[in-house]
């Protein structure tokens, strides 16, 4: 069996079966997002703060992947948009971040990318 979402879609959307095939059907209380939040973000245009929100309602523990404005990848995505993208971990995601998880320890991936602990404030 393969289980198929457009994971922007399901973020904001009103189909609680794709909204709960996010985490498995609430088999899934950790997740790894890797290479994915610009996307969903710049591209797609999902709000700062319902990107977080939405997380802490699937979550107790994330490992995100946070690209830096000056990521290439970002800077792309932000170019090919071609309007104002506020794209800051300290200052905004992190405050956004805040108001759903406790942010725990960063590791550098690289000189543009790194990984963030999130443990979420509220248990789901």
Known sequence: NIFSINIAEAMVGDEDADFQGLNCFGIADIAIINGLIHHLIIDFGIDVEEF???????YCEILLEFPTKNDPMVKLLINKKNEYV?????GYHEINCLRYFNI???IPLSKTRFMVHLSNKNEK
């Open 86 to 90: 506020k794209w800051d971990w300290q």
């Open 104 to 106: 725990g320890k960063t």
């Open 52 to 58: 977080y929100k939405t997380l802490s309602k699937l």
